[in-house]
């Protein structure tokens, strides 16, 4: 049975750092494209980052480029988005997501087959 868990989410002040985690169990890690997406109230899940299965090649949305670093541990089957500089409009429940040998970076949550139950994170102004 695939598990995917997240944690590291929190308050934190504008400009401040949260490092997440993505743990992931039952499947074959390094086999995955490992994506993060985020989710507000009231609006749609939007794509965050991801890093692909075959390397280390990434992708970022254009508003969280250069302050979000994506990365992954395979041999501890775990992925991480450091966030810096964050702001009040990156407040969202933030989840993680795993797509099996995915070519490129996939921006759509269908093209995703395994999700974790989400971590909030919360920026205050």
């Known amino acids: 049975q695939v598990q995917v868990v997240e944690s590291g989410g929190g308050l934190v002040q504008a400009g401040g750092s949260l490092r997440l985690s993505c743990t992931a169990s039952?499947?074959?890690?390094?086999?995955?494209?490992m994506g993060w997406f985020r989710q507000a109230p009231g609006k749609e899940r939007e794509w965050v980052s991801c890093i692909a299965w075959w390397g280390e090649n990434k992708d970022y949305t254009d508003s969280v480029k250069g302050r979000f670093t994506i990365s992954r541990d395979n041999a501890k089957n775990t992925l991480y988005l450091q966030m810096n500089s964050l702001k009040p409009e990156d407040t969202a429940m933030y989840y993680c997501?795993?797509?099996?040998?995915?070519?490129?970076?996939?921006?759509?949550?269908?093209?995703?087959?395994?999700w974790g139950q989400g971590t909030q994170v919360t920026v205050s102004s």
């Open positions: 039952g499947l074959r890690f390094a086999d995955y494209t």
């Open positions: 997501s795993a797509a099996y040998r995915a070519r490129g970076f996939p921006p759509r949550s269908d093209e995703y087959t395994y």
